[in-house]
């Protein structure tokens, strides 16, 4: 078998793919206040019995993770407070967020840290001054998706550019705040994604695909 710098022909290959590496993500769905739990009256839950995830969401592999956003409406003006702990998988592994949302009157919505492609439960945790009227829901945020591989560094992302359906936008700067490299991800800096959007990200990709325990590195 034929070897280029020490390395088998193969394993040269899937070095210059991670050395290479180009996600692209089109036409993402736009943000969902109420995507995988359509509006519900807290103070009608129960801590730890699970809420109903929207039947056509549940275990429905998506096509690239997304943050999850809870939305508590304090209608009665009671200061409402809830925390649901997330479950789900991401490429296939584990992941758990806990989110806590304190209601306004006009809905407050609360993004939580880890990155899913399947969600298979939401459990409220701790429910606070509920009131009749009130309103809660789980959906996915409008500002990140994450990457299909690893990364270890910031700077192992070298390029983000949105080619929209009509001309290609300017590239999106790189730093700790549009890459989040716990959790392989990319976050907006300004504004919410869209439909039209067409995400392209070339990186250095650390390792295989999958992620470890929890969801981020292992």
Do not use: H
Not at 66 to 87: E, N
Not at 106 to 135: L, Q
Request: proline fraction near 3%; charged fraction near 15%; glycine fraction near 10%.
């Amino acid at each position: 078998m034929g070897a280029t710098g020490g390395l088998t022909l193969k394993q040269a290959a899937k070095r210059s793919a991670l050395l290479n590496t180009i996600d692209n993500y089109k036409s993402p769905q736009a943000v969902s206040a109420d995507k995988y739990v359509v509006s519900v009256d807290p103070s009608g839950l129960t801590v730890g019995t699970a809420l109903t995830i929207v039947a056509a969401q549940l275990g429905k592999l998506q096509r690239r993770a997304r943050r999850l956003s809870v939305t508590a409406t304090d209608a009665s003006g009671t200061s409402l407070s809830i925390t649901l702990v997330c479950v789900g998988f991401r490429n296939g592994y584990p992941v758990t967020d806990t989110i806590t949302a304190t209601g306004a009157t006009s809905g407050t919505a609360v993004n939580g840290t880890k990155y899913f492609d399947e969600v298979v439960s939401v459990t409220p945790a701790a429910i606070s001054n509920a009131a009749s009227g009130d309103a809660v829901t789980v959906g996915i945020d409008a500002l990140a998706f994450g990457l299909v591989r690893r990364i270890k560094a910031v700077n192992s992302v070298k390029s983000i550019v949105n080619v929209s359906t009509v001309t290609e936008a300017a590239p999106v700067a790189i730093s700790s705040t549009t890459i989040d490299v716990a959790n392989f991800a990319f976050v907006l800096p300004t504004g919410s994604l869209a439909t039209s959007d067409d995400w392209t990200i070339q990186y250095i990709a650390d390792g295989e695909d999958g992620f470890g325990p929890g969801g981020v590195r292992g």
